[in-house]
């Protein structure tokens, strides 16, 4: 395998523009680069994730491709999933021998529709879809679920909300932040019972965009690298009411084959819309919340860019490493109805 | 505000001036849905849950063509109840369209009495205080139903008589 790391990213966020996504794409895609110190003609290859479903244009990706300048010729790919699955097909694309240096970027306008409608497409086209249900009203039902078995409490959300918007006070595309006091979320009503908007996340326009290389190319660009020990991807049932809710045995299985366990975690970044999603992946991946330290970015509840939101926690989790602050650290990402996907990269400072 | 170019429903002009237009998605295909849902929604609109089994004895509501661990063929059928438990709910305040009701309703996660697995659909209270989990419910049939997921209106609460 060839060592492949993080060398640079870079993020924007707001709740809404009438910027295209391609006027939001080129200064963020320019500012990873710069952050790297690499120019366009060295990029080897770009990989994009991204949903049409999100503007309501079949293949709008594509024009995407003007973003980074298409002569002369590059080799470039997308899918159609959240950033963090562009930045597997990058690290497996290097793996071939093919490329050292990868740009990866993810990018939706969640301001353009009801997203929460629009991502319940997803679910099966016969037996849920057509019942017009939405992402909080499924997130409502997952939530439930673990505070009835009794392995997560309302407090325990509320704390996953004051926690992620004090640290999102440090973090400039937060679109909410502030100190908050539990008790003070927990007496808010219910606005869509069991979830409160505490629990909800901040919806965002934005990109992410991250540059990864390998071996000595990395080490060229970056100090200190976040270095990729290892990364998988792993899928459970569509269906929400044939799988298993609490335990995300899709997160389990990911990170068992990434040795999460091995050693201990300094930083990990859980890309977890919803607070109750957290505490639920930070059990499946077995992190022990009283040494590592849990999104420190505030996470995806106070910024969530759709399709960047995932590849923003890897990039969030690698650029503790790369300003020095953390040694191992873990970047998840999720997709699907219900944490139905998950990836789990770990990466390390040596 | 000068409305010139802005006309028809859904159509409007903003204060910095961006022109707003709705545009409505449709999927106006048919395709078969294959013998696994087909022989599910078919029953459906006769009043029957039918239901697949794995070798491992689980019961599959909806039906599953494969088991999703094993990998294996779902062949085997068995009928289960119209009947059963709320395994979880939410609680739906700002119904829009296309839903089972106009007005606030639950969403509730079934597992019908003899299935292995629960399913998503619409319960028709109006209060979350009248909705628990582990609370009985059943099927309420529409009439006249073409085979779809549509042949049931909701769950409802079962009432075991006596005080309410």
């Not at chain 1, 939530?143 to 996953?160: C, F, H, K, N, P």
């Not at chain 1, 200190?224 to 020990?229: D, L, S, T």
């Not at chain 1, 050693?263 to 970044?269: G, N, Q």
């Not at chain 2, 779902?74 to 829009?96: H, K, R």
Request: glycine share 10%; with cysteine.
């Amino acid at each position: 395998m060839r060592d492949v790391a993080v060398v640079a990213s870079a993020h924007s966020a707001v709740s809404a523009t009438t910027d295209t996504p391609i006027e939001l794409l080129i200064p963020v895609i320019n500012e990873a680069l710069a952050n790297a110190g690499l120019e366009r003609r060295e990029v080897d290859f770009w990989c994009h994730g991204s949903c049409d479903y999100l503007v309501g244009q079949p293949f709008s990706f594509v024009s995407a491709v003007d973003a980074l300048g298409a002569w002369p010729p590059i080799v470039e790919s997308h899918v159609e999933m959240d950033g963090a699955w562009a930045l597997y097909e990058a690290w497996i694309k290097i793996q071939t021998g093919e490329a050292d240096t990868a740009l990866v970027f993810g990018n939706g306008k969640s301001s353009v529709a009801d997203m929460f409608r629009v991502m319940a497409l997803q679910l099966d086209p016969y037996v849920e879809a057509p019942l017009g249900t939405d992402q909080i009203a499924l997130a409502g039902l997952q939530a439930r679920m673990a505070l009835d078995a009794g392995v997560i409490t309302e407090r325990d959300m509320a704390e996953v909300a004051a926690r992620s918007r004090r640290d999102a006070l440090a973090n400039p595309v937060a679109l909410v932040s502030g100190e908050v006091s539990v008790d003070d979320l927990l007496a808010a009503d219910k606005v869509r019972d069991p979830l409160r908007a505490h629990d909800i996340p901040a919806m965002g326009d934005g990109v992410t965009a991250v540059v990864i290389a390998a071996g000595d190319r990395a080490r060229s660009l970056a100090s200190r690298p976040a270095w990729i020990r290892a990364i998988d991807h792993r899928i459970d049932a569509q269906r929400i009411g044939g799988r298993d809710l609490i335990g995300v045995p899709s997160a389990v299985a990911a990170a068992e084959r990434c040795g999460v366990g091995g050693d201990r975690i300094d930083v990990a970044e859980i890309h977890a819309p919803f607070t109750h999603e957290e505490l639920l992946v930070g059990r499946a991946l077995g992190i022990d919340a009283a040494t590592t330290r849990i999104n420190p970015s505030g996470g995806a509840l106070v910024s969530n860019v759709l399709m960047a939101a995932g590849l923003a926690r890897i990039a969030r989790a690698a650029e503790t490493v790369l300003d020095g602050t953390a040694d191992r650290v873990i970047g998840h990402a999720t997709q699907g109805p219900c944490l139905q996907q998950n990836l789990v990269c770990v990466m390390e400072g040596a | 505000m000068t409305d010139e170019t802005a006309d028809g429903p859904g159509y409007a002009i903003a204060e910095d001036g961006s022109f707003t237009a709705p545009l409505t998605l449709a999927y106006p295909y048919a395709r078969t849905v294959g013998p696994t849902y087909g022989t599910f929604l078919t029953g459906l609109a006769a009043g029957k849950v039918h239901a697949t089994v794995s070798a491992d004895g689980t019961v599959f509501v909806p039906p599953a063509e494969f088991h999703a661990s094993t990998g294996e063929a779902l062949t085997q059928w068995v009928e289960v109840a119209s009947e059963g438990e709320v395994v979880s709910w939410s609680w739906e305040s700002a119904p829009g369209n296309a839903q089972p009701f106009d007005r606030p309703f639950a969403w509730v996660l079934v597992c019908l009495d003899g299935a292995g697995t629960s399913m998503l659909h619409a319960l028709d209270v109006t209060d979350p205080s009248e909705v628990r989990t582990g609370m009985r419910v059943r099927v309420r049939w529409a009439a006249d139903a073409e085979p779809g997921i549509g042949a049931i209106t909701c769950f409802e609460p079962v009432t075991t008589g006596g005080a309410s």
